[in-house]
């Protein structure tokens, strides 16, 4: 049934017309035969999502991984069918997590019968990491858009670090496709506003202009005169004003194309759900399927067999094939001679970008990070990791990032020769300015990673919450984005409770995949980022002190090699056979010590336990871990600045958890941590208490 012939004059615009059809035909198909999923949209959008694959984009369906391709980023992750279809079409290969081909397709036309069934390649929402040529995760509305600014940044990034005279290595751009939705989010502001300001004129965002969604027309929620509201950003504004004109939607983008120092905003005129004779325009058309009779009556309307399903007719695998299959092809061949070229004048950067490709580290990237000496008086956690940052940030070529206006206060500024502040004429830069945008810097932060640069963001831990979506989405698509979080627990004292995090530490351990780490000290810093450096596959979280820890004296103490473990024996009773042991992490383990000191000389046999990261110690093996904390000690006291929501795994039901159950409170530090308990006599009384020697 797959390749019946269909009945259309085979003119240009007849086969034009017949892939743009089966892209409707089957995304109609598949959410019927799911009973859910989004039909409306793929229908409306078929003919720009074939303009740009066939017409426009630089990707080649056989490598689509090759690093100069274009990226499309579908930011309506609802419409989902539009991906699975054209990549279905362009014959669009697979590749494994070790960046091999597999000599499979992406999406099979059995995957699409599938669609949104079990360990199919035809999910609910595009997964970058689970469907070959998805180039990021979307669903979740704005956070596609603002990924693309992202990888807008790293285009301009990797042009002007790497490109030579003659050498155009990096040339590409990114076009993202959005609807009402992804317009209303607060984050896709923040990032048209940042892409404005940084001149992303390698950036096009389509805005698929429907005026519908869920709860109907957009008259009882959007209003607003978008045209203006992105020409007061900065961006070139254009419009095309019918969804079905190829031609017209062809030239917009090739408008971009030529339209310098600002990015493109195409509002594009739809229909939802075209060509469906009783739901077009309505938002019934959006999440539901048509219905076998509507379908009929659809088909019908696009002159298609009425019965037949998940039907490709002839001629149009040839098509893409003829279309993007070749372009892309070219493309890349041509692309490939010119890096071969590239590495023969410039070996160094050549073998950068192909270490860069596979996430690995270069010789030599953690030489000179630093060692720091016992000190009492100690060191803040983000001053620690600003040196250790300024290290990674040079012995990594592709290592960047920046703060959300914190720069000065996370510590995270680098300050180098040479690193430099990226900006619209210094798109070379290493310092990034997010602006006070912690939600699109989530994502952009993810945009830079899915471009296989190292990059973090900062701010406070307390607006983690202002980008915890995108951090979801980072452990989601397995990226190692690096998230440096300062001021994490009541160290910001005066600043009160609205500054305080109190269940953060909580929620970010909660996300599955996501490695969070607290440090104990300046070296424990340095050993946190150790881990982080290594991971290839996973997001990491620092929660850092905004006030001095002291160093601890590791001749003393054990080694802070040990945060690799997640945690680990830092101070142990004599004869390494504790009646107590005293877990935390970050500010509160050095106050563990102190309470461990004067257990130890009232002759209570206590162990301190140093807890950087839960995830970590959970990786390890039993045996480890029970070494850590032997099963038959019983009496645990755990201490940290943060909800005790979750310790009772390590403590158990018979310990005791010093934290927080309440928020903070606006006074010194040195106030609140008497106030709130953490204080080493509490830590003391509870040991005691539990060893019934009260
Ligand atoms: C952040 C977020 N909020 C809510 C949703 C649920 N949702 C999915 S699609 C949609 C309506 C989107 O409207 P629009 O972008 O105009 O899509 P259209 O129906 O026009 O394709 C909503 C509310 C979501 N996916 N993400
Ligand atoms: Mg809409």
Not at 401 to 407: H, M, P
């Amino acid at each position: 049934m797959s390749t019946t012939q269909v009945a259309q004059p085979m003119t240009d615009a007849g086969v034009d017309q017949l892939c743009i059809n089966t892209i409707r035909t089957l995304s109609i198909d598949a959410v019927q035969q799911a009973k859910s999923g989004h039909p409306g949209t793929p229908m409306a959008l078929a003919p720009l999502v074939y303009t740009i694959w066939n017409r426009v984009m630089r990707f080649d369906p056989q490598d689509p991984i090759w690093p100069n391709r274009d990226r499309f980023v579908l930011s309506n992750g609802h419409a989902s069918m539009l991906l699975w279809s054209v990549l279905h079409l362009t014959k669009t290969q697979a590749v494994n997590a070790d960046y091999e081909r597999l000599g499979q397709p992406s999406v099979t036309l059995d995957d699409i019968r599938r669609f949104r069934q079990l360990d199919c390649k035809a999910p609910g929402h595009p997964e970058y990491h689970w469907v070959s040529g998805v180039e990021t995760t979307t669903g979740p509305l704005g956070q596609g858009v603002a990924t693309s600014v992202g990888m807008a940044i790293a285009q301009k990034w990797l042009a002007t670090r790497y490109n030579r005279p003659g050498f155009e290595i990096f040339d590409y751009n990114i076009y993202a496709v959005c609807g009402d939705g992804c317009m209303m989010e607060g984050i896709a502001s923040e990032a048209a506003s940042l892409a404005a300001h940084l001149g992303l004129d390698n950036l096009c965002w389509v805005y698929d202009n429907n005026h519908i969604t869920i709860e109907g027309n957009t008259r009882i929620t959007f209003t607003e005169d978008i045209a203006t509201r992105f020409l007061g950003y900065g961006w070139n504004v254009l419009r095309v004003g019918d969804a079905n004109d190829t031609d017209r939607i062809e030239h917009a983008l090739e408008v971009f194309r030529k339209t310098k120092g600002r990015p493109s905003f195409i509002i594009l005129d739809s229909h939802i759900g075209y060509g469906s004779p009783h739901k077009q325009d309505t938002s019934e058309a959006h999440g539901e399927p048509l219905g076998d009779e509507e379908i009929r009556l659809t088909k019908r309307s696009y002159g298609w067999p009425e019965n037949a399903k998940f039907l490709v007719p002839g001629g149009v695998y040839e098509h893409f094939a003829a279309g993007i299959g070749v372009r892309g092809a070219k493309a890349c061949q041509e692309w490939t001679k010119l890096f071969d070229a590239y590495r023969g004048t410039n070996p160094e950067l050549a073998s950068q970008i192909d270490q860069m490709q596979r996430r690995e580290l270069p010789a030599g990237w953690d030489r000179n990070l630093p060692v720091f000496p016992a000190d009492s008086k100690g060191m803040a956690g983000r001053e620690a990791s600003g040196k250790v940052l300024n290290v990674l940030a040079q012995n990594i070529p592709w290592f960047l990032g920046g703060s959300a206006d914190l720069g000065p206060s996370n510590k995270t500024l680098l300050t180098f020769e040479g690193a430099g502040d990226f900006q619209a004429n210094s798109p070379g830069g290493k310092n990034l300015h997010y602006g006070i945008r912690e939600h699109a810097m989530g994502a952009i932060v993810n945009g830079l990673s899915l471009s296989k640069l190292r990059a973090f963001g900062a701010t406070f831990f307390i607006f983690s919450d202002y980008l915890r979506p995108a951090i979801r989405l980072s452990a989601l698509m397995e990226l190692p984005a690096i998230f440096v979080f300062t001021h994490d627990a009541m160290g910001d004292g005066e600043d009160g409770p609205t500054h305080q995090p109190v269940e953060h530490l909580a929620s970010m351990r909660a996300i599955p995949g996501l490695v969070t780490l607290r440090p104990a000290d300046a070296n424990e810093v340095v050993e946190a980022y150790r881990c982080i450096m290594r991971l290839r596959h996973k997001p990491a979280v620092l929660a850092l002190s905004r006030q001095p820890l002291p160093t601890l004296d590791r001749s003393r103490y054990t080694s802070a090699s040990g945060v690799a473990h997640g945690a680990y024996v830092l101070a142990d009773a004599p004869n390494g056979n504790p009646e107590v042991i005293l877990i935390a992490s970050g500010s509160e383990v050095s106050l563990a010590v102190n309470a461990h000191e004067t257990l130890l000389a009232e002759g209570i046999r206590s162990r301190v336990v140093s807890m950087p990261s839960w995830d970590i110690f959970d990786h390890q093996t039993r045996e480890y871990r029970d070494s850590v904390l032997p099963p038959n000690v019983k009496a645990r006291v755990a201490v940290e600045q943060a909800s005790t929501f979750g310790w009772e795994r390590y403590v158990g039901t018979s310990g005791h958890v010093i934290g927080m159950k309440t928020f903070g409170a606006s006074a010194p530090l040195k106030e609140l941590q008497r106030k709130f308990g953490f204080e080493p006599e509490r830590v003391v009384a509870a040991a005691k208490e539990l060893l019934g020697r009260a």
